[in-house]
């Protein structure tokens, strides 16, 4: 009989976002590690935005919560980010990174990060963006077709569209959206002092945080692994779920 899996690997999504965003990557982990999957501050029901350390302070209360003394700590887009100051911050918490279309450096801004980051212009723009995106996505028949063509959960689409429709959501938007573009400089600065063996995965038709960003964030932080899915955009975790897993379980913790 096989033992129980007794590593964690600790699962922070981007942005917009939620813990549903993993449910498709924990099913393909299928066991073979325990999986935590967290709403970050601002997407978890009754919190506030974060900024950077914030996130990180909460990814080490749920390790607490899960009584575990340490995890591979896995992020997506702003979630890289995410992981990256809580393996600087507390290295000791953290056995190994898994950066997953990384938005963990400067290179991975675009010209509209810094616009909607702007105060008051930039979170009218959000708002509306993600309102009128949520309403879209209310109609049954627009989900459908999405979920076909894409190949993504029909109820995936559905919760995401009642997120994209709240005011909370919204906040946390903007919220992140700061962070990103006031604490990335920060972080990059301290890129080389990471010590976590880190695996970097980007999809070569990225179009949200450009393939070329995440090989710069591989250069910076020493001994990073760098892997390329062919093919692949930034929704990893979605329609890249299981190779994802596989790279997520494909070596112990150190």
Request: net charge positive; glycine share 8%; proline share 7%.
């Amino acid at each position: 009989m096989s033992k129980p899996p007794t590593e964690l690997a600790l699962l922070l999504h981007g942005q917009p976002g939620g813990a549903r965003d993993w449910e498709r990557v924990r099913a393909a982990v299928d066991g073979r590690i325990h999986t935590v999957a967290i709403d970050r501050p601002g997407w978890a029901p009754g919190s506030s935005p974060a900024d950077l350390a914030g996130n990180a302070a909460a990814a080490v209360r749920a390790l607490d919560a899960h009584g575990a003394s340490r995890a591979v700590v896995v992020g997506h887009s702003l979630g890289a980010a995410v992981a990256v100051w809580l393996a600087l911050e507390r290295p000791e918490r953290v056995s190994r990174l898994v950066l997953a279309a990384p938005a963990a450096n400067c290179a991975s801004l675009v010209p509209l990060d810094y616009w909607l980051a702007r105060p008051f212009v930039g979170e009218i723009v959000s708002a509306a963006a993600m309102a009128g995106a949520g309403l879209a996505l209310g109609f049954a028949a627009v989900r459908r077709r999405i979920a076909r063509l894409m190949s993504i959960d029909e109820g995936y689409l559905s919760a995401t569209a009642r997120s994209l429709r709240s005011p909370s959501g919204w906040r946390a938007f903007a919220a992140d959206q700061r962070s990103l573009v006031r604490g990335l400089p920060a972080l990059e600065r301290r890129l080389p002092a990471v010590r976590t063996p880190t695996t970097i995965v980007t999809g070569s038709a990225d179009r949200i945080v450009p393939p070329a960003s995440a090989r710069a964030l591989a250069s910076a932080i020493p001994g990073a692994e760098f892997v390329v899915l062919d093919g692949a955009g930034h929704l990893l975790t979605q329609l890249e779920a299981e190779r994802l897993a596989e790279i997520i379980v494909a070596r112990p913790s150190l």
